[in-house]
């Protein structure tokens, strides 16, 4: 089968594309049929290495190369096969979720790590969802515990996080404030977003409005002036990479956090620990608001996999649009 790999830390040009067995599957195991695969940030963050901290994340990375060298998280397919003590899928399924290696033809799962295909999405837009999908709804129901009402403002709204972000808020009866460029207004609006702001014409942060919940997706936005629009006793969650901190040895994010825990502790901002985690029940959450019709990805690029480095370099450059897809 086919497999994207990369033996070597770099940019999108390490990618390559080998032959590899198709891997065999344990008793509580799944082998899925991949038919289309999302790029996230994450993905390129374990090509390049970077930051630093991510080579000594157990069994992922090395210290000089890649451990595992494969590449992709969040994939939509067909299970081909199953394990003797899987009980929850069987040969046929249409399933989404998240492991790593998902960019290959073939690829094992955990039954933890996948759930049921949304039934009103198609492959491409499933495998949208499970990263950029945890990442918002963690963030903005478990960190920023966002209450109907409330005034959120969502920085990096037309992004692969921010897209979710903006829906799954307005979902939980916010009122709903976008940051972005003006190609994406349009678009911003039209996901539900109560007031976009154009940060190419607006400076947000100087304004004086303020808001309940303010979660950073992307962005170069300092603590200081995301705080200067966080209303007393509000809480700022920095769910992208940027932590508005100077990196040193790549980890800036690390002291954006001790920053962030510091000010907490001082003031009546709440700027709470956050890193998005896998969760099936959250992969159930997300397939139900789907399914409602209260969430829907948004994809801006499809690659083949064959196109995969060219497909890296767009995401990297931070303008897309959505989501990024990679069609098998």
Not at 242 to 251: A, L, N
Request: glycine share 10%; net charge neutral; aromatic share 8%.
């Amino acid at each position: 089968m086919k497999s994207v790999v990369y033996s070597k830390y770099g940019s999108a040009e390490v990618l390559e594309i080998s032959e590899i067995p198709i891997p065999t599957i344990s008793e509580n195991q799944v082998l899925v049929k991949v038919q289309a695969v999302s790029i996230n940030p994450a993905d390129w963050h374990f090509m390049r290495g970077t930051p630093y901290l991510v080579r000594l994340q157990s069994g992922l990375s090395g210290l000089t190369k890649p451990k595992i060298g494969k590449f992709g998280l969040d994939m939509a397919g067909v299970v081909e096969a199953v394990g003797a003590k899987v009980s929850e899928f069987k040969v046929g399924d249409e399933v989404f979720g998240e492991s790593m290696g998902a960019l290959s033809e073939y690829a094992v799962f955990s039954q933890s790590s996948i759930a049921m295909k949304p039934a009103n999405l198609d492959y491409e837009q499933a495998a949208a969802v499970p990263m950029a999908g945890f990442t918002a709804i963690q963030a903005l129901r478990d960190k920023a515990k966002v209450k109907a009402g409330q005034r959120v403002l969502i920085v990096g709204a037309s992004g692969g996080v921010g897209t979710f972000a903006v829906q799954i808020a307005k979902a939980m009866g916010a009122n709903v404030t976008g940051v972005c460029s003006t190609g994406n207004v349009d678009m911003v609006k039209t996901i539900g977003a109560d007031r976009v702001i154009d940060y190419t014409k607006e400076d947000f942060f100087t304004g004086a409005d303020s808001y309940d919940v303010i979660v950073q997706t992307a962005g170069n936005y300092t603590l200081k002036q995301l705080r200067a629009v966080l209303a007393s006793g509000g809480t700022l969650v920095l769910a992208g990479d940027s932590s508005g901190v100077k990196p040193v040895f790549g980890m800036g994010f690390v002291f954006g956090m001790l920053e962030a825990l510091v000010i907490s502790k001082l003031t009546k901002h709440n700027i709470p620990p956050f890193l998005a985690k896998r969760s099936k029940e959250d992969l159930v959450a997300l397939s139900e608001l789907i399914e409602s019709g209260k969430i829907k990805p948004v994809i801006d690029r499809k690659y083949p996999m064959a196109q995969v480095a060219e497909a890296v370099t767009y995401l990297e450059a931070g303008h897309a649009r959505g989501k990024v897809i990679i069609t098998l």
